[in-house]
């Protein structure tokens, strides 16, 4: 077994931390060959304590300054880039096998294409670059050879659920459709009425599942399911019609796919992203998590219900992007992104958030994507739209 060398972007993170506590249990099989932050640097600081990596990346040139100074007095060596240049520098490096893309939004996505582009191993968690430029970057994939593995609990349990090497038509492969399960998030139950006053203390309570702010928040509208639907779309090529949601409250079957002969298969476990991201880390081996084993007695149900789009608008959105095609998931993921930040600041109410995707998505229109420009353009004009529905609440 050959020692694998990681690149870690969002390093400091709910997925960045869950990654470096598997790779901490394997110090055999890898070596830290980049972190990265933005915001957090005192963690990231102490995080290039523990691994000794050969780069970090922090946001600007004068934390990235103050940090090599820090562990220079420490004696460390790690050279500490900084931007976006610095991101892309250490997610290509010849030097790096696998490249874990754990930054959250948009801000993620030149450095995840830029791991696909130098034909990496690329674990993706930015399920944001998918929705963003599915076709531009399943296409870097295949072009450069780098082989992607989802981290996303829904889509690693698909992946799971399918057969090794499945082909790029999963008619081939005798599959009908696929089924994505969501925890229903901290509102499954909340009466439409009551969903105008929910605070974002009270949205980023996840029942399940504990992660960022911007994913929590996500969850609660259902619109992290909707991102899960078109990442879903261009990681499997399977048109809307073949992607349902089913809301499954203990959050314990991750996924499912389901195939002509009637056979449905599954993959469960306990909520816990070590397991996905175990299984990229070590696919096609199998390593230990952390994550206990599974108790079914203990979680003695299951349930299902039919995702209720009449409280959870987003999800509709999101569908309706995806099946509109062209720049509409980017215009969605842009607006959506902007309306969370002004959720958790205070700005716009709850229930705010959907009327101001739908707007933005009316406003923007859709139009063919040829080109990573496009993407950028579309995120640029969403952007804007968004802002300016911000500002006149
Ligand atoms: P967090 O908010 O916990 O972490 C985000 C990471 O990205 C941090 O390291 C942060 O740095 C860094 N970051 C934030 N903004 C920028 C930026 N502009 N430029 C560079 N780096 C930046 O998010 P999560 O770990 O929860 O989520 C990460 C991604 O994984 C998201 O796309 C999410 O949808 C996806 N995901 C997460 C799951 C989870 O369980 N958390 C499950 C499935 C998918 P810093 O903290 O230093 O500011
Ligand atoms: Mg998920």
Redesign the pocket.
Known sequence: MSVQTLTI??????????TLDVVRRHPDRYRVFAL??????A??ADLCREFRPDCA?A?TAEQAAALAGALRADGIATEVLWG?QG?IQVAAHEQVDAVM?????A??LE?ALAAARAGKRVLL?????LVMAGPVFMAAVRENGAVLLP???EHNAIFQSLPRGFSRNLDDDGVRRILLTASGGPFRTTPAEAMAAVTPAQAVAHPK????????V?SATLM?KG?EVIEASFLFNLPAERIDVVVHPQSIIHSLVEYVDGSVLAQLGNPD?RTPIAHALAYPERIDSGVAPLDLFQVARLDFEAPDLERFPCLGLAYRALREGGRSPAVLNAANEVAVAAFLDGRIGFAAIPRLIAAVLDEVGTSAVHSLGDVREADRLARQAALGRVAGH
């Open positions: 972007l969002g390093a400091t993170g709910s997925i960045g931390g869950s990265t932050a933005f915001q957090r640097m963690e990231l990346v946001a976006e991101l893309a754990a930054i959250v939004g801000a993620g450095s968690a930015n399920k944001e670059a981290i996303d609990s599942w504990s992660m960022g702010p911007k994913i929590s996500d992290n991102l992203m």
